[in-house]
């Protein structure tokens, strides 16, 4: 819906060829009282205009535009919130199918309320790749993708056939299915248009093209001047349900670049500098916007490697304006030719097209790299912001292997592998993959790796034995042409045959080590190197068998693949020895890109692209064979352990019950400061003696089928058990005999001063008919924004959280499940009222005359029956998130509001 109020008078025409567009025009407004817009961000700009077009007199008011072009006086350094809508939403299937179960139970429920169940469907446009689900079982052979898929339809049938089902079920939403690439890359070269239109009251309107996505690498389109991030399954949900995201207006950092990359340094490289620089410069919750002549040097393809790694340099998102380059990939990817014209002259008439005239604009604070001082990088071993140069890399690894692994006395130590004919040693590469997200994307990398197998493999050099090898595409279009170049044989015969077009290694999917080579590193302690071409290294994430793990460009993911070893020195030491029995260096081998371009110009066209996305929704036989039951509303399987249809629309009726006070509640949690979104939400492996895996025990699936927390998302009785459940959460309420804290998820049952699992007292105390709180300290819910850290809390009974600050998004989630999140006053904290766990707790007024940031008074009941009452600011902090809290949860607002 447009602006009912366009206080500025910003509607105009716009006439683009035959076809004329209603747009919102930022210099009209500007012309008409908004001073100042024509010196904003880029992004900025994106923004206001998403206000011009909303403003309604309630979510977007005239005082919040306003606000928008005071940023040039404040620069964002205010707290402002506004409300922003995207175009469009983007979800991959582990955040996706908890999205379209609480649909499907949306369908449902409506039906109860008296409703039509067609009015349940996305409000704006919804694309759900499936990228997430394949494992890289078998590698190294020609059949590794086709038994790679095989497996992922065996363990993933059940949230297939309902994703197969929602895809026919819904408007306004389409799945894109198994094999055909991951989801960034597949919003890059195919759903992205850059600029949006919309039919609406017999008129087109045209916007800039704006999304969130359930993945924080979503930001990788910023590179196609998209402006989008990652968020919650909640607030997705929301966005895809027609309501507006709460955001503060954000400082912009600005990124000057200059000059051109040297020959033989990749985007690659360039992007772990940038995530270096940005990550000491601090630019945590703020807008990256990239800026200066070094663009014009910069494909598309190079700035959505640096939009990628955005999270990594903890960025909100990292933008590049519109410009030639812009309209060249549009047309070179197969978008229509209308829709570039009006990408051109929309961004002209907008004022955002960027030229080498275009002034600066002005930003929050700046900084500057000239890209000729860019040089080969890898980084590691630990986290994508520790750059370290290839020339140092050998010396690299050994400080941290006195520093972070404390093995540095035996750094030379080589250990016997057990029925083969090499050993192993630390360091050694046991895992070479050139993994989807971060560079499959950029031709001039993965060309390139090609070109230096095709080197390699001329010379005859062989990858060591021990390395497990793996190339994931990130879209068929990538595996296309490395096979029209006939460079994929090259890697093929290094071992870098295809095994996948989805998330690979970099989300942990890397698949099991050879059993003799993981017994190796474990029995001996053996500190393994993973060199990877993706965007996390984080230790764990990869391979449980692999301490140290560097991210890289793909042709370095080659090299460190023959070399075999983090401690060679592949700018001075040869990887290996050639037919000629002559030592080979990586400078003989590395491609020029004079000759890289060579090959990007002749095997990359228009034609591949059209080709290969000409029926993206379709799928292969596997996914067109899929069984499908049920019509408007889905037929739930009582059998299922992935998809389950949950319970928050229970007792649902036309009107919403008014809210209760909570009575006599007890504490099921007491909690200190940085408490993340990983603390409270189900993430990683379910073990066996959890409350999930006794769940899953109980219903038939043995431990190997557990499968992991992110595949069963859809089904609410394996989620909530796994609130809370972190091995490495300690509830403060919990003590061993020593009087130190237990880790795990625990907590004490009052009266009985049992000990339980915490999913276990949840249970008891509902029997009991008794609320529950928590209590924490600062920073509560910090981290990755997981919908299950919010739905989790409400499952569990859990009525209000009490903490001394939150993270943004997840206070927002937790009103979107009918959570009420307060905070004491400075000063004010659970240590300091004393409490121990066995108190009782009382909130009064939440229900009636309640009103943002209200102050409530909470009564404790302490246990010798002493009474405190303490001061607590309701953290619902707008109207409309007031009306979400009053009808139990933003699903139960929306679904009150189409039955009606």
Excluded at 109 to 117: S, V
Aim: proline share 5%.
């Amino acid at each position: 819906m447009t602006s009912a109020h366009d206080s500025f008078r910003s509607r105009s025409r716009l006439q683009v060829g035959d076809q004329s567009y209603t747009y919102f025009s930022i210099p009209a407004a500007e012309r008409n009282g908004l001073a100042g817009a024509s010196h904003l961000p880029f992004s900025m700009r994106v923004l206001l205009e998403n206000l011009l077009r909303f403003e309604d007199g309630r979510t977007v008011r005239r005082a919040d535009i306003l606000a928008v072009a005071d940023w040039l006086n404040d620069k964002g350094r205010l707290e402002k919130e506004i409300a922003f809508r995207p175009a469009r939403v983007l979800m991959q299937d582990f955040t996706g199918v908890p999205a379209v179960v609480d649909l499907a139970a949306m369908r449902d429920a409506i039906g109860l309320l008296g409703g039509d169940p067609k009015k349940i469907n996305p409000q704006v446009p919804v694309d759900l790749v499936i990228d997430h689900s394949v494992i890289v079982d078998e590698f190294g052979t020609s059949l590794a993708y086709r038994h790679n898929v095989e497996k992922e339809y065996q363990r993933n049938g059940e949230r297939y056939r309902f994703l197969r089902w929602g895809q026919d079920a819904f408007d306004n939403f389409r799945v894109v299915p198994p094999g055909t690439g991951i989801c960034h890359q597949v919003n890059l070269e195919y759903l992205s248009q850059t600029v949006w239109t919309r039919s609406e009251g017999g008129e087109t309107v045209a916007y800039p093209d704006s999304l969130v996505g359930t993945d924080s690498h979503t930001t990788m389109v910023n590179g196609l001047s998209v402006l989008g991030w990652g968020v919650g399954g909640i607030e997705a949900e929301a966005a895809m349900l027609g309501q507006p995201l709460s955001m503060l207006i954000p400082e912009v950092i600005g990124f000057k670049l200059s000059g051109r990359l040297m020959e033989g340094v990749t985007a690659t490289d360039l992007v772990l500098t940038v995530t270096q620089m940005l990550r000491n410069k601090g630019v945590v919750g703020k807008f990256v916007e990239f800026y200066g002549p070094g663009l014009d040097a910069l494909s598309i393809e190079d700035r959505a490697t640096i939009g990628n790694m955005a999270p990594e340099y903890g960025a909100t998102c990292g933008f590049f304006p519109i410009d030639e380059e812009t309209l060249r990939y549009l047309r070179k990817t197969g978008r229509a030719e209308e829709r570039v014209a009006l990408v051109e002259a929309y961004a002209k008439a907008q004022g955002i097209f960027r030229t080498a005239e275009t002034p600066d604009p002005e930003f929050t604070d700046t900084l500057s790299l000239d890209l000729g001082d860019v040089l080969p990088s890898l980084a590691g071993p630990k986290r994508p912001q520790d750059r370290i140069l290839l020339s140092a890399a050998r010396q690299g690894f050994a400080d941290a292997m006195e520093t972070e692994f404390k093995r540095a006395a035996n750094i030379a130590a080589r250990y016997e592998i057990e029925g083969k004919p090499f050993d192993l040693g630390h360091g050694d590469v046991v895992i070479a993959a050139i993994t989807s997200c971060t560079n499959t994307s950029n031709p001039s990398v993965m060309i390139g790796a090609g070109l230096l197998a095709r080197n390699a493999v001329a010379k005859g050099l062989k990858v060591k034995p021990w390395v497990k090898t793996s190339l994931a595409p990130g879209s068929q279009v990538a595996g296309e042409y490395l096979e029209k170049s006939g460079l994929q044989k090259s890697l093929d015969a290094l071992g870098f045959n295809s095994v996948a077009f989805g998330c690979t290694t970099c989300i942990g999917n890397s698949g099991p080590l050879a059993a003799e080579i993981s017994r190796a590193i474990n029995d001996n302690g053996i500190v393994a190197a993973a060199v990877l071409s993706g965007n996390r290294n984080f230790e764990g994430r990869i391979n449980p068998d692999v301490r140290a793990n560097y991210l890289a460009s793909p042709p370095l993911v080659v090299a460190y693949a023959l070399a075999g070893s983090m401690q060679i020195d592949l700018t001075t030491e040869p990887l290996g020895t050639g037919f000629d029995g002559q030592p080979v260096y990586l400078k003989d081998i590395w491609p020029s890109s004079r000759e890289i371009q060579a090959f990007i110009d002749q095997n990359i066209s228009e034609a591949l692209f059209r080709r290969r996305y000409a029926d993206v929704f379709t799928g292969d036989d596997n996914w067109k064979g899929i069984t499908v039951s049920g019509g408007l509303t889905y037929q739930w399987d009582a059998s299922s352990t992935y998809v389950r249809n949950p319970p928050y629309f229970d007792g649902i009726t036309r009107t919403p019950e008014p809210i209760q006070d909570i009575v006599g509640a007890r504490i099921l949690g007491l909690f200190l400061d940085s408490i993340t979104t990983d603390h409270i939400s189900p993430a990683g492996s379910i073990k066996e003696t959890s409350p999930a895996g006794r769940y899953l025990r109980d219903h038939g699936v043995s431990p190997p089928d557990f499968n992991q927390y992110g595949t069963r998302r859809g089904n609410h009785e394996v989620m909530v058990r796994g609130t809370f459940a972190n091995i490495r959460l300690k509830n403060q309420m919990v003590h061993d005999e020593a009087g130190n804290v237990v880790e795990g998820g625990w907590t004490v049952h009052h009266p009985s001063g049992e000990r339980l699992a915490i999913h276990d007292a949840a249970e008891r105390y509902e029997a009991e008919g008794v609320p529950l709180v928590v209590f924490a300290g600062r920073e509560y819910g910090t981290g990755s924004s997981r919908d299950w850290a919010a739905k989790g809390s409400k499952l569990l009974g859990i009525r209000a959280v009490i903490a001394q600050s939150f993270e943004r998004i997840h206070r927002s989630n937790l009103v979107g499940m009918g959570v009420v999140p307060l905070v004491f006053e400075e000063g004010t904290s659970w240590q300091t009222l004393g409490l121990k766990g066995d108190e009782r707790v009382s909130i009064h007024g939440l229900g009636g005359a309640l009103q943002p940031r209200q102050t409530l008074d909470a009564e404790i009941t302490f246990a010798d029956g002493t009474v405190k009452n303490v001061p607590l600011i309701v953290r619902i902090d707008t109207l409309d998130e007031l009306d979400y809290f009053s009808n139990g949860g933003i699903l139960h607002y929306v679904l009150r509001q189409l039955a009606s």
